[in-house]
């Protein structure tokens, strides 16, 4: 799959299927396609779907390891400006999905929608010191190390700890938008969210919500923090984000 040159990266990322663009936007931890796995032959079927490997992520090669969330933000618009993407739907997961809020606060011109699942668009540090790689060397799990180290090892060329640092940092900083910057979010939105999802659930969607104008919100019952992933509920998710992207067509 193709490489694309996007200001000191080499971006790689994945594209299938026709019509109009979304931009799938993926998870801390992982990458493109592992992160949207259940949706993507769903979507290919009606969209031109595009799955980058974020800065410091995946396959995706730059000699810094250093990232932030406003930065893979930046990075979202130059890499739809080196494609010539003019505008798309964004779809994002945990990490993707508050990349995909800062996008739409400050290049609403290039978001036709937005949807989020798993953020509450707000900061929450709490996990994160279980992500750093001294508490996961002496606690483990070694499984969290080697999938580090696997799925990320052309971005991090071998530094899984550094990898792991930057993860954590951000996780505890960022998003760092204020309510009257959510709350200017122009482009429809859905907000989505697993009825168990210690990061999210009803409360605080609804509070996300009530922030935008017109924006929509859904409750998966009984999901976690992945209610779009096998053995949760896809085809429930799918449906309400197609059904969403179908009543907004750019």
């Not at 396609?33 to 032959?41: K, T």
């Not at 995946?58 to 400006?81: F, K, Q």
């Not at 036709?112 to 060397?137: H, K, N, R, Y």
């Not at 990320?152 to 760092?176: I, T, V």
Request: proline share 6%; charged share 25%.
């Amino acid at each position: 799959m193709p490489y694309i040159k996007v200001n000191d990266l080499e971006m790689f990322y994945e594209k299938m299927g026709f019509g109009e663009p979304v931009i799938f936007l993926h998870s801390g931890y992982s990458r493109g396609i592992l992160a949207f796995a259940s949706q993507l032959l769903d979507f290919q079927k009606r969209y031109t779907c595009y799955l980058p490997d974020f800065r410091g992520h995946g396959r995706t090669r730059c000699e810094s390891l250093e990232w932030s969330m406003p930065r893979l933000a930046d990075d979202v618009i130059d890499y739809m400006d080196a494609l010539n993407i003019p505008k798309a739907h964004l779809i994002g997961y945990s990490l993707g999905a508050s990349v995909g809020l800062y996008c739409a606060v400050n290049q609403p011109e290039r978001v036709v929608t937005l949807t989020t699942i798993g953020t509450s668009g707000f900061a929450d540090p709490s996990g994160a010191d279980q992500f750093e790689p001294e508490w996961l060397l002496e606690h483990g799990p070694q499984e969290t190390i080697d999938f580090a180290k696997e799925r990320h090892e052309e971005a991090h060329r071998g530094n899984w700890q550094e990898f792991m640092r930057q993860s954590a940092k951000d996780w505890r900083l960022y998003p760092q938008l204020t309510r009257e910057q959510i709350g200017g979010i122009g482009a429809p939105s859905l907000f989505i969210s697993g009825e168990h999802d210690p990061f999210v659930g009803e409360e605080r969607l609804k509070l996300l919500s009530s922030l935008v104008k017109n924006a929509r919100f859904l409750v998966v019952p009984g999901g976690s923090h992945r209610p779009h992933m096998q053995r949760e509920s896809p085809s429930l998710v799918n449906d309400a984000i197609l059904d969403f992207l179908a009543s907004h067509a750019g």
